[in-house]
Protein backbone atom coordinates (compact mmCIF):
# COMPACT_ATOMS: atom_id res chain seq x y z
CA UNK A 1 0.00 0.00 0.00
CA UNK A 2 1.69 3.05 -0.71
CA UNK A 3 1.79 5.88 2.27
CA UNK A 4 1.54 8.71 0.28
CA UNK A 5 -1.14 9.96 -1.88
CA UNK A 6 1.16 10.48 -5.13
CA UNK A 7 4.50 10.99 -4.32
CA UNK A 8 5.64 11.10 -7.63
CA UNK A 9 3.83 13.94 -8.74
CA UNK A 10 6.94 16.12 -7.30
CA UNK A 11 10.56 15.44 -6.94
CA UNK A 12 9.96 15.99 -2.63
CA UNK A 13 7.11 13.63 -2.89
CA UNK A 14 9.34 10.61 -4.39
CA UNK A 15 12.53 12.08 -2.32
CA UNK A 16 10.62 11.25 0.78
CA UNK A 17 8.76 8.00 -0.35
CA UNK A 18 12.29 7.21 -0.77
CA UNK A 19 13.74 7.96 2.52
CA UNK A 20 10.99 6.39 4.19
CA UNK A 21 12.02 2.64 2.81
CA UNK A 22 15.66 3.77 3.81
CA UNK A 23 17.44 0.39 4.72
CA UNK A 24 13.76 -1.37 5.18
CA UNK A 25 13.67 -4.40 7.05
CA UNK A 26 12.45 -6.03 3.16
CA UNK A 27 16.23 -6.70 2.40
CA UNK A 28 16.97 -8.99 5.37
CA UNK A 29 20.55 -7.78 6.40
CA UNK A 30 23.10 -10.32 6.28
CA UNK A 31 21.96 -12.30 3.71
CA UNK A 32 23.63 -9.65 0.95
CA UNK A 33 27.11 -11.08 0.25
CA UNK A 34 30.33 -8.99 -0.82
CA UNK A 35 30.52 -5.23 -0.90
CA UNK A 36 28.02 -2.78 -0.81
CA UNK A 37 28.53 -0.69 -4.18
CA UNK A 38 26.54 0.10 -6.00
CA UNK A 39 24.27 1.43 -3.15
CA UNK A 40 20.34 -0.28 -4.79
CA UNK A 41 16.90 0.54 -5.00
CA UNK A 42 13.93 -1.73 -4.93
CA UNK A 43 10.95 -1.42 -6.44
CA UNK A 44 7.42 -3.24 -6.37
CA UNK A 45 5.64 -2.55 -10.09
CA UNK A 46 2.68 -5.04 -9.89
CA UNK A 47 4.36 -8.18 -8.81
CA UNK A 48 7.43 -7.52 -10.35
CA UNK A 49 9.90 -5.92 -8.77
CA UNK A 50 12.81 -3.45 -10.37
CA UNK A 51 16.25 -2.84 -8.93
CA UNK A 52 17.82 0.34 -9.79
CA UNK A 53 21.39 1.48 -9.38
CA UNK A 54 23.48 4.16 -10.08
CA UNK A 55 26.35 2.95 -11.78
CA UNK A 56 28.25 6.50 -13.85
CA UNK A 57 30.70 6.26 -16.02
CA UNK A 58 30.90 2.38 -15.91
CA UNK A 59 30.56 0.92 -19.76
CA UNK A 60 27.71 -1.75 -20.09
CA UNK A 61 30.71 -4.39 -21.08
CA UNK A 62 32.45 -3.50 -17.69
CA UNK A 63 29.22 -5.07 -15.49
CA UNK A 64 28.29 -8.45 -15.23
CA UNK A 65 24.60 -9.24 -14.05
CA UNK A 66 24.09 -12.67 -12.76
CA UNK A 67 20.50 -14.44 -11.14
CA UNK A 68 20.51 -17.32 -9.69
CA UNK A 69 17.51 -18.46 -7.51
CA UNK A 70 16.42 -15.58 -5.96
CA UNK A 71 20.04 -14.37 -5.33
CA UNK A 72 20.76 -11.08 -8.21
CA UNK A 73 24.64 -10.09 -8.41
CA UNK A 74 26.15 -6.92 -9.65
CA UNK A 75 30.23 -7.05 -10.24
CA UNK A 76 32.02 -5.23 -12.43
CA UNK A 77 35.22 -2.17 -12.75
CA UNK A 78 34.70 1.79 -12.77
CA UNK A 79 38.03 3.03 -14.31
CA UNK A 80 38.44 6.78 -14.24
CA UNK A 81 40.94 7.82 -16.83
CA UNK A 82 42.82 11.41 -17.41
CA UNK A 83 44.64 11.99 -20.40
CA UNK A 84 48.66 12.37 -20.33
CA UNK A 85 49.98 15.56 -19.02
CA UNK A 86 47.51 17.01 -16.99
CA UNK A 87 47.55 18.89 -13.46
CA UNK A 88 44.73 17.59 -11.52
CA UNK A 89 42.71 20.19 -9.54
CA UNK A 90 39.82 18.03 -7.70
CA UNK A 91 39.65 14.54 -7.89
CA UNK A 92 36.64 13.51 -6.41
CA UNK A 93 35.11 10.06 -8.33
CA UNK A 94 36.13 7.01 -6.83
CA UNK A 95 37.87 3.76 -9.41
CA UNK A 96 37.72 0.53 -8.26
CA UNK A 97 35.97 -3.06 -8.76
CA UNK A 98 33.22 -3.56 -7.18
CA UNK A 99 31.11 -7.24 -6.48
CA UNK A 100 27.48 -7.40 -4.56
CA UNK A 101 25.52 -9.92 -4.01
CA UNK A 102 21.78 -9.86 -3.00
CA UNK A 103 18.97 -11.93 -1.93
CA UNK A 104 15.96 -11.08 -2.31
CA UNK A 105 13.09 -11.84 -0.28
CA UNK A 106 10.89 -12.98 -3.57
CA UNK A 107 11.17 -15.62 -5.56
CA UNK A 108 12.52 -14.69 -9.38
CA UNK A 109 11.84 -15.83 -12.81
CA UNK A 110 15.66 -15.87 -14.28
CA UNK A 111 14.18 -16.42 -17.35
CA UNK A 112 12.08 -13.03 -17.37
CA UNK A 113 14.88 -10.62 -16.21
CA UNK A 114 15.38 -7.93 -18.00
CA UNK A 115 18.95 -5.23 -17.72
CA UNK A 116 19.05 -1.85 -18.73
CA UNK A 117 21.19 0.64 -18.75
CA UNK A 118 20.99 4.65 -19.93
CA UNK A 119 22.72 7.38 -18.54
CA UNK A 120 24.77 5.45 -16.13
CA UNK A 121 21.32 3.96 -14.23
CA UNK A 122 21.14 0.32 -14.45
CA UNK A 123 17.86 -0.77 -13.88
CA UNK A 124 16.90 -4.97 -13.38
CA UNK A 125 13.21 -6.06 -14.53
CA UNK A 126 13.02 -9.03 -12.31
CA UNK A 127 9.66 -10.92 -13.06
CA UNK A 128 8.05 -12.62 -10.02
CA UNK A 129 7.83 -16.42 -10.43
CA UNK A 130 4.74 -17.76 -10.67
CA UNK A 131 4.64 -19.84 -8.23
CA UNK A 132 5.73 -16.89 -5.64
CA UNK A 133 3.16 -14.53 -6.87
CA UNK A 134 0.15 -14.05 -4.41
CA UNK A 135 -3.17 -15.89 -5.06
CA UNK A 136 -6.33 -14.43 -4.41
CA UNK A 137 -8.61 -16.84 -2.67
CA UNK A 138 -12.74 -16.12 -2.95
CA UNK A 139 -14.24 -15.91 0.33
CA UNK A 140 -17.27 -18.46 -0.63
CA UNK B 1 45.98 7.36 -14.36
CA UNK B 2 43.88 6.19 -11.45
CA UNK B 3 44.31 2.26 -10.99
CA UNK B 4 41.34 0.51 -10.94
CA UNK B 5 42.44 -2.30 -8.19
CA UNK B 6 41.13 -1.20 -4.81
CA UNK B 7 37.70 -2.14 -3.63
CA UNK B 8 35.00 0.65 -4.82
CA UNK B 9 33.43 2.21 -1.79
CA UNK B 10 29.47 3.80 -1.64
CA UNK B 11 30.04 7.48 -2.00
CA UNK B 12 27.21 8.66 -0.40
CA UNK B 13 25.55 11.47 -2.58
CA UNK B 14 26.29 14.91 -1.06
CA UNK B 15 23.40 17.34 -0.41
CA UNK B 16 23.64 20.96 -1.60
CA UNK B 17 23.46 23.04 1.07
CA UNK B 18 22.26 26.68 -0.52
CA UNK B 19 22.57 29.98 0.52
CA UNK B 20 19.51 30.95 -1.05
CA UNK B 21 16.53 29.21 -0.54
CA UNK B 22 14.89 27.18 -3.88
CA UNK B 23 11.45 27.84 -4.66
CA UNK B 24 10.80 24.42 -4.99
CA UNK B 25 11.32 22.49 -1.83
CA UNK B 26 13.24 19.48 -2.34
CA UNK B 27 16.91 18.12 -2.16
CA UNK B 28 19.60 18.73 -4.42
CA UNK B 29 22.83 17.31 -4.91
CA UNK B 30 26.14 18.34 -5.90
CA UNK B 31 27.87 16.25 -8.44
CA UNK B 32 31.00 14.16 -7.79
CA UNK B 33 33.30 16.47 -10.10
CA UNK B 34 37.21 15.83 -11.59
CA UNK B 35 38.81 18.73 -12.33
CA UNK B 36 41.85 18.93 -14.61
CA UNK B 37 44.13 21.13 -16.90
CA UNK B 38 46.26 20.61 -19.73
CA UNK B 39 47.69 23.51 -21.15
CA UNK B 40 45.08 24.95 -23.84
CA UNK B 41 41.87 23.44 -21.64
CA UNK B 42 40.63 22.49 -18.51
CA UNK B 43 38.33 20.09 -18.29
CA UNK B 44 35.47 19.26 -15.92
CA UNK B 45 34.23 15.63 -15.35
CA UNK B 46 30.68 15.55 -13.18
CA UNK B 47 28.75 11.89 -12.20
CA UNK B 48 25.40 12.77 -12.99
CA UNK B 49 23.52 9.59 -13.11
CA UNK B 50 19.64 9.58 -14.42
CA UNK B 51 20.18 12.86 -16.44
CA UNK B 52 19.60 13.05 -20.15
CA UNK B 53 21.36 15.04 -22.46
CA UNK B 54 18.31 17.27 -23.03
CA UNK B 55 18.21 18.01 -19.11
CA UNK B 56 21.58 19.13 -18.45
CA UNK B 57 22.40 22.89 -18.18
CA UNK B 58 25.59 24.67 -18.65
CA UNK B 59 26.08 28.03 -18.27
CA UNK B 60 29.25 30.68 -17.83
CA UNK B 61 28.22 34.13 -16.30
CA UNK B 62 31.24 36.15 -14.98
CA UNK B 63 33.95 33.40 -14.99
CA UNK B 64 31.33 31.36 -12.65
CA UNK B 65 30.41 27.77 -14.44
CA UNK B 66 27.36 26.72 -13.72
CA UNK B 67 26.05 22.95 -14.29
CA UNK B 68 22.31 22.01 -13.74
CA UNK B 69 21.00 18.62 -14.40
CA UNK B 70 17.00 17.69 -14.38
CA UNK B 71 16.18 14.55 -13.26
CA UNK B 72 12.61 12.59 -14.77
CA UNK B 73 10.50 11.45 -12.36
CA UNK B 74 8.25 10.48 -14.56
CA UNK B 75 10.09 7.77 -14.48
CA UNK B 76 8.72 6.48 -11.03
CA UNK B 77 5.86 6.54 -12.08
CA UNK B 78 3.78 3.67 -10.95
CA UNK B 79 6.56 2.66 -8.83
CA UNK B 80 6.29 1.54 -5.50
CA UNK B 81 9.20 1.39 -3.46
CA UNK B 82 10.17 -1.42 -0.65
CA UNK B 83 13.99 -0.87 0.13
CA UNK B 84 15.88 1.56 -0.52
CA UNK B 85 19.67 3.21 -0.43
CA UNK B 86 20.08 6.53 -2.06
CA UNK B 87 17.97 9.01 -2.69
CA UNK B 88 17.54 10.63 -6.10
CA UNK B 89 17.48 14.31 -7.05
CA UNK B 90 18.46 17.41 -9.68
CA UNK B 91 22.09 18.29 -9.44
CA UNK B 92 23.81 21.15 -9.18
CA UNK B 93 27.31 22.74 -9.13
CA UNK B 94 28.98 25.89 -9.97
CA UNK B 95 32.41 26.52 -9.92
CA UNK B 96 34.54 30.12 -10.64
CA UNK B 97 36.44 29.90 -12.97
CA UNK B 98 40.19 31.37 -12.96
CA UNK B 99 41.67 30.90 -16.27
CA UNK B 100 40.02 33.30 -19.10
CA UNK B 101 38.16 30.80 -21.27
CA UNK B 102 37.18 31.10 -24.51
CA UNK B 103 33.20 30.82 -24.33
CA UNK B 104 32.43 30.27 -27.51
CA UNK B 105 34.38 26.83 -27.73
CA UNK B 106 33.13 25.44 -24.65
CA UNK B 107 32.06 21.95 -25.48
CA UNK B 108 29.99 19.27 -23.76
CA UNK B 109 29.56 15.43 -24.05
CA UNK B 110 27.57 12.93 -22.14
CA UNK B 111 28.25 9.48 -21.71
CA UNK B 112 26.66 6.95 -19.16
CA UNK B 113 25.73 9.90 -17.10
CA UNK B 114 29.01 11.54 -16.89
CA UNK B 115 28.96 14.64 -18.52
CA UNK B 116 32.36 15.91 -19.71
CA UNK B 117 32.89 19.97 -20.34
CA UNK B 118 35.93 21.11 -22.12
CA UNK B 119 36.94 24.46 -21.79
CA UNK B 120 39.42 25.81 -24.03
CA UNK B 121 41.74 28.74 -22.79
CA UNK B 122 41.68 31.62 -24.42
CA UNK B 123 44.39 32.82 -26.88
CA UNK B 124 45.50 35.45 -24.43
CA UNK B 125 45.59 33.10 -21.68
CA UNK B 126 47.72 30.31 -23.16
CA UNK B 127 51.18 29.54 -21.60
CA UNK B 128 53.54 32.21 -23.90
CA UNK B 129 57.28 30.01 -24.52
CA UNK B 130 60.05 32.60 -24.68
CA UNK B 131 62.97 31.28 -26.14
CA UNK B 132 66.15 32.57 -24.47
CA UNK B 133 67.95 34.04 -27.52
Known amino acids: ?140 | MATAAQELAVHEKKELVSKEEKTVPGRYYIPYTDIHETDEAITVVMEMPGVEKKDINVSLENDVLRVDGQIDFAKYEGMEPVYTEYNVGPYTRAFTVSNKIDQDKISAQVEDGVLTLTLPKAKEALLRRISIG
Open chain 1, 1 to 140: MALFPDPFETFPGLQQALDTYRTSGWLQPGLSGGGTYPPINVFRKGDDFIVITEVPGIKTSDIEVQVKGNTIRLAGTKSVTYGEKVSLHRRERLAGRFDRAVTLPIEINPEGVKAECRDGVLALFLPRAERDKPKTIPVA
